[in-house]
């Protein structure tokens, strides 16, 4: 530009007379300016002809050649990688439109959409009836923790489950459906994890509350639990969480409540309710078995129905219908024909 100026301010001072070539010269096969800007350039007094003969040799130099060959060149490139683009965007957005097809299809059956709304219910509970009580917890009882991170000295291991706390709000209806005095209850915790179960328990006038847990670090953390939370707050204030299989725990001689909060599979379950149905058997006495989350409903009422002595408790209509909306756990409860 600085070279074009230059010579522009040349012509237009009045040199344009000792500049003029001759007309064989300018060869023909040079390429001439556009008319717009050769009127421009005339407007501006300049010679045509000598314009043509520096555009002529500005075309003939190497430079000039080059960047003008670059130029071509990358205008081509653009023009491919615009297309390729275009290209690879129609697919991309083709296969993400199938594949938001297949997902919509998928959670639209009748069970998935089932099994998201529990997932929303999890998650409105943690953050919700469930955040108040965990905020007074030493060691956060929220979560999820597979078995095989912790220290388990247990050939029931296998038979473990990993663990996940119970909410606040399927503890509580669940205890609604109790209709005994509480004080002369004993509650059991199966799978006491970090005693979320033990410290809501300790909200009821139990009359004793005992975790088991065979599972060091989470018993380690429920004991933690159990002595930091406030005195003041518990009814009960005999609450224990013991390191011991589930299979060896001495059923208590009292009333009982025992809570099994998806704790293992049905081998050890089997074992668990043999004992304390040997335990009724020597003393009769009114006992109460809540699970939540059970492995499966149709096997829990086959195995309760072969220990003759529980029945299952029902729900009001109006807590049935409450529980279905509202809980994103199932639970079944079962009693004592005493």
């Known amino acids: 530009m600085g070279i074009l100026k230059n010579i522009t301010s040349s012509l237009a001072s009045g040199k344009t007379d000792r500049m003029r070539p001759s007309q064989d010269l300018v060869p023909t096969t040079a390429k001439q300016p556009s008319s717009g800007l050769m009127n421009h350039l005339r407007n501006l007094g300049l010679k045509p002809a000598a314009v043509s003969l520096f555009f002529h040799r500005l075309l003939k130099k190497e430079s000039t050649r080059a960047l003008i060959k670059m130029g071509r060149t990358g205008l081509s490139k ?42 929303l219910l999890h998650l409105t509970q943690e953050m919700s009836y469930d955040h108040a009580i965990e905020k007074l917890f030493f060691v956060p009882a929220k979560g999820f923790v597979s078995l095989d991170k912790l220290t388990i000295d247990s050939p029931n291991k296998p038979f473990g489950h990993n663990y996940h706390p119970i909410h606040r709000l399927s503890f509580n209806w669940a205890m609604a459906q109790i209709q005994d ?52 707050l518990m009814k009960c204030r005999d609450v224990d969480c013991l390191l011991i299989d589930a299979v060896d725990f001495p059923i208590p001689d009292s009333k009982g409540v025992f809570l099994f909060n998806d704790s293992f599979d049905r081998e050890v379950l089997e074992t668990v309710l043999a004992r304390i149905t040997s335990s009724y058997r020597a003393n009769p006495r009114r006992m109460y078995l809540v699970f939540v989350r059970p492995l499966n409903a149709a096997e829990l009422d086959s195995l309760m129905e072969r220990t003759v002595i529980f029945e299952p408790t029902y729900h009001s209509r109006s807590e049935k219908i409450r529980m279905q909306i509202l809980s994103p756990d199932q639970v079944q409860i079962f009693r004592t024909l005493i």
């Open 181 to 232: 005095q509480l004080r002369d209850f004993t509650f059991v915790d199966y799978g006491a994890g970090r005693g979320r179960a033990l410290i809501l328990a300790s909200l009821y006038p139990f009359r004793k509350i005992i975790g088991v847990e065979f599972a060091s670090e989470l018993h380690d953390d429920a004991n933690m639990n159990i002595a930091q939370f406030p005195r003041s």
């Open 78 to 119: 653009s023009r491919t990688g615009i297309s390729r683009a275009t290209e690879i965007t129609g697919q991309e957005l083709s296969s993400r439109v199938k594949q938001t097809a297949r997902s919509i299809k998928h959670h639209s059956k009748p069970e998935n959409l089932n099994k998201d709304y529990r997932k």
